[in-house]
């Protein structure tokens, strides 16, 4: 199947500072990633759709100056949590479309983002 | 209104026993798609089954299969012969064709926690 990479795995940051996270398509081209947000026993809550080329489309409530996404590539998307706080502690998991089999969204493994 | 429902925040079932887990979902979109993805501890979200608006006959995936009711808007999920590994998150999904967020990203129900004990 599909697999979805994400790196890093896990990163602590001191409050204030950036952080980049990648997610890459391993074996096949995504023109669509989304990103996701996860607290603590909750739900994935979609952030942003991003497609190749092109700028993302954020969820209502999302703030796009905060949340960076790039997706130059078609195997490359980058989400950059800036001025990072500790409120932006969370499980960012990104996904991948591909139309190949019934729509199906291919998941990253994840980036646990801890902000002191 | 929220778009998906899973009633069971954590359910203790028996190895071997076949488990539901209940879904239900809201939308007005004539074309959506309903995925169930397992979440174990360590973070991955696991596709499992994916059940289209439109297909006539109800998903199969060894021993996942979809109960899909259009007209009652649930998609309740079965794993047969539940096993120790079943143990995890299990989350409804549906991506809605028309109207859906961040074009064709999906919308999660809130999970729910399956133990399955020896």
């Known amino acids: 199947g599909a697999v979805v990479s994400q790196h890093p795995s896990w990163v602590i940051c001191k409050s204030g500072t950036s952080v980049k996270i990648e997610c890459r398509s391993l074996?096949?081209?995504?023109?669509?990633m989304f990103w996701y947000r996860q607290f603590p026993k909750q739900s994935l809550m979609l952030m942003a759709t991003?497609?190749?080329?092109?700028?993302?489309?954020?969820e209502q409530g999302v703030e796009k100056d905060k949340f960076l996404i790039n997706h130059a590539s078609l195997t490359l998307s980058t989400l950059t949590v800036t001025s990072a706080h500790p409120e932006d502690s969370s499980f960012y998991i990104c996904?991948?479309?591909?139309?190949?089999?019934?729509?199906?969204?291919?998941f990253g493994p994840g980036t646990r983002l801890t902000v002191l | 209104a929220q778009k998906i429902t899973q009633t069971q925040p954590g359910m203790f079932v028996q190895e071997k026993e076949a488990v539901t887990l209940d879904c239900t979902y809201d939308t007005s979109d004539p074309s959506y798609g309903l995925f169930w993805y397992k979440q174990p501890s360590s973070g991955e979200m696991i596709f499992l089954i994916y059940q289209g608006s439109y297909d006539q006959q109800n998903a199969t995936e060894g021993r996942y299969s979809l109960n899909f009711q259009k007209a009652r808007k649930s998609a309740n999920l079965v794993i047969s012969a539940s096993q120790l590994g079943d143990s995890a998150m299990y989350f409804c999904?549906?991506?809605?064709?028309?109207?859906?967020?961040?074009?064709?990203?999906?919308?999660f129900g809130k999970g729910t926690h399956l133990i399955i004990q020896p």
């Open positions: 991003s497609n190749e080329g092109s700028k993302a489309t954020y």
């Open positions: 996904s991948a479309r591909t139309v190949v089999v019934n729509d199906e969204q291919f």
């Open positions: 999904a549906m991506r809605e064709d028309y109207s859906g967020g961040g074009a064709d990203g999906l919308t």
């Open positions: 074996d096949f081209q995504a023109t669509t």
